[in-house]
């Protein structure tokens, strides 16, 4: 996919240009996703602030996470975070000690606990139809979209951990508001799956030599990677209850009918 950008060390990043919405394509080199950027070398950051012209990063990460991996920036570039998971998403199963793995803790061997916990195969269907649930999520994404808006048109970057669960919906929120149809909003969220198939398929085979079982390693894919069926979750039940994407913008997140419109004017061509 022509959008898919390669850094040094900020995994999983493209851009949202030319992709067909509203009856024309998103502008380029504007609208910006990624894993977040704490491990982005100086290389990195003077692409996105002086060729790319990012000086917005928008962080959906929640505060310790951010804290434990706070982004690096530099100087001109502004951080705005804006949480999208509450505590009913940190508390019962997982605590934060056990979402983000502690100093020194081989972050494979991290995955393969969560992989193997008793809770962890309610966690793809958890977190994704708590996207279309939570009152607090409608929220924190409206406020996303109130921050773009705000921005009149210069290219910003939103993130979460990896950019593809928390992130992947954003930017499915924001293809939808611009106007693009499912199968395309899709289609880039997929895209999340080639940017890890290496990675995916070394601790597939770890995992397999170990003796996970076909739904551990289920869940493994899900915690490194993404299907297009993971996004058909919300989908689906999206477009049952409010009729599309667009409509749950607008209806469920309150956005308002002139932020859509100066989106569009900004990055629409």
């Known amino acids: 996919m022509a959008n898919v950008l390669k850094f040094e060390s900020i995994d999983n990043a493209r851009q949202l240009g030319g992709i067909p919405a509203g009856g024309s394509h998103v502008k380029h080199n504007l609208l910006f996703r ?6 982005a070398t100086e290389h990195d950051l003077h692409r996105l602030r002086d060729d790319f012209g990012v000086h917005l990063v928008i962080d959906l990460r929640s505060d310790f996470e951010y804290m434990q991996k706070p982004d690096k920036l530099l100087d001109g570039m502004d951080s705005a975070l804006i949480p999208v998971l509450d505590d009913s998403m940190h508390g019962d199963a997982f605590n934060k000690d056990q979402v983000v793995p502690a100093t020194g803790v081989d972050f494979m061997e991290f995955l393969f606990g969560i992989a193997r916990h008793p809770i962890a195969n309610t966690l793809k269907d958890k977190l994704y139809n708590y996207f279309v649930d939570s009152d607090y999520a ?91 069926e993971y996004l058909e979750i919300p989908l689906n039940r999206i477009n049952a209850e409010y009729g599309s994407l667009l409509n749950f913008v607008t209806q469920r997140m309150h956005v308002p009918t002139a932020t859509i419109d100066a989106l569009r004017e900004y990055y629409l061509e």
């Not at 990624?34 to 491990?39: D, G, I, Q």
């Not at 611009?178 to 895209?191: F, R, T």
């Open 34 to 39: 990624s894993s977040n950027l704490s491990k």
């Open 138 to 228: 409608s929220s924190q994404y409206a406020k996303v979209f109130e921050t773009i808006r705000a921005h009149k048109g210069s290219p910003v970057l939103w993130h979460c951990t990896s950019g593809k669960d928390r992130c992947g919906f954003c930017s499915a929120l924001m293809l939808a508001a611009l106007g693009a149809d499912d199968n395309v909003i899709l289609d880039d969220y997929a895209e999340s799956e080639n940017s890890y198939r290496k990675p995916l398929e070394a601790m597939t085979a770890k995992g397999r030599e170990s003796g996970m079982t076909d739904e551990q390693l289920d869940i493994l894919h899900f915690l490194v990677s993404v299907k297009r």
